[in-house]
């Protein structure tokens, strides 16, 4: 199946017992034993629920791995990623990840030993030279968030196969849609499912997907153990949300395309982070790796603009946190998703205070368009 089918008849495909087209919510803790000894198959749910299950199912066809798991969030599930490490690991980490990853790794698996290391991952050079004796894992984001960094996906995940270490990539930005980290080398995959996945702005989720019957046992044990489980509602939801990724990709990529070009030439703007421009450094290996550019865009608003005054004066983008909704968002990386980042590392990697991202949603183009072009014009300063 392709994957537009594979997305609406992928894992479980409707309820076997009924004909039902879609797979019943089973909202229960547990289930009867019919004898001693005896289950059919489920014996409490935070070990295993029918539809998180059919979840878990859909998300390792759709990125062809071994196994999927369905986590409470996105950081539930980088949480339980992380705890396959064991005191004395390091984790080298792209230099731009999301903040809850850096905050995770610096305030709570620091505490227990496991260490980090942030490496610009687009630069092969710098990746081989940051493998020591304790690196386990290669953790990567591409297009890292919020700046756009592509990193070259096989051939990280060769460097880490010729040190016998694992790669994972946390696939948020991009789906298996568009690009699908496994067939690439990569050995786990980590999606926040609150973003594109779910596609609503209506769960908080997580998925992750293995490549190894050895991870995904590895994977089941510390999701039974320390139980950041889905819901069997919000499992439901996301598997309502990923039967129309097709198209909502599709929409997403062809409206972000027309507004990084519009962007790029208003005279009020810096620069702006886009992998779909030509002159992108990772433009080859993002068209290598991936069937498009997604939906994210930042860029950096020029001094004599006031990015407060552009955010204030959008009227359909929405102001908040959060990308990767049918909704257009705007987000201020320096003191939203990326806080958590200290000031001095933010600035170093460019996540200065006047950089803006934007998730575009698939409204029509041109009242996005409008609603951006007259938030920039009410952001001269002293107007
Ligand atoms: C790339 C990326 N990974 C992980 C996360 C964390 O996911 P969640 O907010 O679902 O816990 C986010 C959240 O913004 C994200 O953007």
Same mark, same amino acid.
């Given at each position: 199946?392709?994957?537009?089918?594979?997305?609406?008849?992928?894992?479980?495909?409707?309820?076997?017992?009924?004909?039902?087209?879609?797979?019943?919510?089973?909202?229960? &803790?547990?289930?009867?034993?019919?004898?001693?000894?005896?289950? =059919?198959?489920?014996?409490? +749910?935070?070990?295993?629920?029918?539809?998180?299950?059919? @979840?878990?199912?859909?998300?390792?066809?759709?990125?062809?791995?071994?196994?999927?798991?369905?986590?409470? &969030?996105?950081? %539930?599930?980088?949480?339980?990623?992380?705890?396959?490490? =064991?005191?004395? #690991?390091?984790?080298?980490? &792209?230099?731009?990840?999301?903040?809850?990853?850096?905050?995770?790794?610096?305030?709570?698996?620091?505490?227990?030993?496991?260490?980090?290391?942030?490496?610009?991952?687009?630069?092969?050079?710098?990746?081989?030279?940051?493998?020591?004796? %304790?690196?386990?894992?290669?953790?990567?984001?591409?297009?890292?968030?919020?700046?756009?960094?592509?990193?070259?996906?096989?051939?990280? +995940?060769?460097?880490?196969?010729?040190?016998?270490?694992?790669?994972?990539? #946390?696939?948020?930005?991009?789906?298996?849609?568009?690009?699908?980290?496994?067939? @690439?080398?990569?050995?786990?995959?980590?999606?926040?499912?609150?973003?594109?996945?779910?596609?609503? +702005? #209506?769960?908080?989720?997580?998925?992750?997907?293995?490549?190894?019957?050895?991870? %995904?046992?590895?994977? /089941?044990?510390?999701?039974?153990?320390?139980?950041?489980?889905?819901?069997?509602? !919000?499992?439901?939801?996301?598997?309502?949300?990923?039967?129309?990724?097709?198209?909502?990709?599709?929409? /997403?990529?062809?409206?972000?395309?027309?507004?990084?070009?519009?962007?790029?030439?208003?005279?009020?703007?810096?620069?702006?982070?886009?992998?779909?421009?030509?002159?992108?450094?990772?433009?080859?290996?993002?068209?290598?790796?991936?069937?498009?550019?997604?939906?994210?865009?930042?860029?950096?608003?020029?001094?004599?603009?006031?990015?407060?005054?552009?955010?204030?004066?959008?009227?359909?983008?929405?102001?908040?946190?959060?990308?990767?909704?049918?909704? +257009?968002? %705007?987000?201020?990386?320096?003191?939203?998703?990326?806080? &958590?980042?200290?000031?001095?590392?933010?600035?170093?990697?460019?996540?200065?205070?006047?950089?803006?991202?934007?998730?575009?949603?698939?409204?029509?183009?041109?009242?996005?368009?409008? #609603?951006?072009?007259?938030?920039?014009?009410?952001?001269?300063?002293? !107007?």
């Amino acid at each position: 199946m392709k994957i537009e089918s594979l997305l609406i008849h992928g894992g479980i495909d409707g309820d076997e017992k009924t004909g039902a087209v879609n797979i019943p919510i089973y909202q229960t &803790s547990t289930y009867k034993q019919p004898k001693f000894g005896v289950n =059919k198959g489920y014996e409490y +749910s935070r070990t295993g629920n029918p539809t998180r299950e059919a @979840l878990e199912k859909l998300v390792s066809d759709l990125e062809e791995g071994y196994a999927g798991f369905g986590f409470a &969030s996105g950081m %539930a599930a980088t949480t339980a990623v992380l705890s396959l490490f =064991k005191c004395g #690991d390091k984790i080298v980490i &792209s230099n731009n990840v999301y903040g809850g990853t850096f905050r995770v790794l610096d305030k709570v698996f620091n505490h227990f030993g496991i260490e980090y290391k942030i490496v610009d991952t687009s630069n092969l050079e710098e990746v081989k030279n940051s493998m020591d004796e %304790a690196v386990r894992a290669i953790f990567i984001e591409s297009p890292t968030n919020p700046l756009m960094d592509i990193t070259d996906i096989e051939e990280v +995940s060769n460097i880490a196969k010729a040190k016998g270490i694992y790669t994972i990539v #946390d696939n948020t930005f991009m789906t298996p849609y568009l690009q699908k980290p496994i067939k @690439l080398g990569a050995d786990i995959v980590i999606h926040s499912a609150t973003k594109y996945l779910g596609g609503h +702005s #209506d769960t908080v989720s997580g998925v992750v997907v293995v490549n190894s019957e050895d991870l %995904a046992e590895r994977l /089941h044990f510390i999701q039974n153990s320390t139980g950041g489980v889905l819901s069997p509602f !919000d499992s439901f939801m996301l598997i309502k949300g990923i039967k129309t990724l097709a198209i909502r990709m599709d929409r /997403h990529n062809e409206n972000t395309k027309v507004i990084a070009e519009f962007l790029r030439n208003r005279k009020e703007i810096e620069k702006v982070y886009y992998p779909g421009f030509e002159d992108h450094p990772g433009y080859e290996i993002q068209n290598k790796q991936a069937k498009g550019y997604g939906g994210i865009i930042s860029f950096v608003i020029k001094k004599g603009y006031d990015y407060k005054k552009f955010f204030n004066n959008l009227e359909i983008i929405t102001f908040g946190e959060s990308l990767g909704g049918v909704e +257009s968002l %705007a987000c201020h990386p320096a003191s939203m998703t990326h806080a &958590s980042i200290p000031s001095e590392i933010r600035e170093k990697v460019g996540i200065v205070d006047n950089l803006i991202r934007l998730s575009i949603g698939i409204e029509n183009i041109e009242d996005l368009i409008e #609603d951006i072009k007259n938030a920039l014009e009410e952001s001269k300063e002293n !107007d």
